[in-house]
């Protein structure tokens, strides 16, 4: 059974890298985690080689990183990104909107965490806050500082939710925090799994599909979340029927 984990580019020394704690999760499952890069040549290219990606993995973490360019979401959107984005790369916007696109298609299960839900959400129609201070949204901070294995804010789980099985509860979670972009609006056939204190959205899933579901903060680091990773492994160990 392998788990495809998506990269982000660190521009500094120009490798494709993906936090540990990801890796070590899926390995905790009993999967095999492999690494999907995209690759710089734009956005058919990455469309090409995210079809291919998608027949050689059992299931699909898209996992957190940069800004998302708004050109993936809002058709008028300059070309110049903007100085309140970090990290945008527009290579691997395309590579996982592709991916989260297809997954659903496919109905291959797939975890999308932080940057990996806005990428969903960004897919199946949806848009995203910029900079959720500066957009008004909220005056609580959004972003922690290290360590990550402590928990800093708290979300409600919806009830009889896919998140809620996935994590043996719903109501009241806490959990790590480490984002300034947000889902604005919401995709459509997306639902709303968990929101924070002040109303932002934390959590969404398909109804539809049988485990594809998007979490904004980060259970890789959280040892009480793994849950989220395992529930993964068996849904992707359990392929549906045709």
Same mark, same amino acid.
């Given at each position: 059974m392998i788990i495809g984990i998506t990269t982000t580019l660190n521009e500094a020394d120009g490798f494709q890298r993906v936090n540990v704690e990801y890796i070590e999760s899926v390995a905790a499952t009993g999967a095999l985690p492999v690494l999907l890069s995209p690759v710089a040549g734009g956005v058919a290219a990455n469309e090409t080689l995210a079809e291919k990606a998608l027949t050689a993995v059992d299931g699909l973490i898209i996992s957190g990183g940069g800004d998302i360019h708004? #050109? %993936?979401? &809002?058709? %008028? @959107?300059? /070309? *110049? /990104?903007? &100085? *309140?984005?970090?990290?945008? *790369?527009?290579? #691997? *916007? @395309?590579f996982e909107l592709a991916l989260a696109r297809g997954a659903r298609e496919r109905g291959l299960p797939t975890l999308g965490i932080c940057r990996g839900m806005q990428i969903m959400n960004a897919a199946l129609g949806g848009t995203l806050h910029r900079d959720l201070h500066a957009c008004g949204v909220t005056a609580v901070g959004h972003r922690q500082e290290p360590p990550y294995e402590r928990t800093t804010g708290s979300v409600t789980v919806a009830e009889g939710s896919l998140l809620a099985c996935a994590l043996g509860r719903a109501g009241l979670l806490s959990v790590n925090s480490m984002h300034h972009q947000a889902i604005d609006r919401l995709a459509p056939g997306l639902l709303v799994a968990a929101r924070s204190d002040d109303r932002v959205i934390e959590a969404v899933e398909d109804p539809a599909h049988r485990f594809y579901l998007g979490v904004q903060w980060h259970p890789e680091y959280l040892e009480r979340h793994r849950g989220l990773f395992q529930a993964l492994a068996d849904a992707a160990d359990h392929p549906a029927r045709p």
């Open positions: 708004p #050109r %993936a979401y &809002d058709q %008028a @959107a300059d /070309a *110049d /990104a903007g &100085d *309140d984005l970090m990290g945008v *790369d527009e290579n #691997r *916007d @395309a």
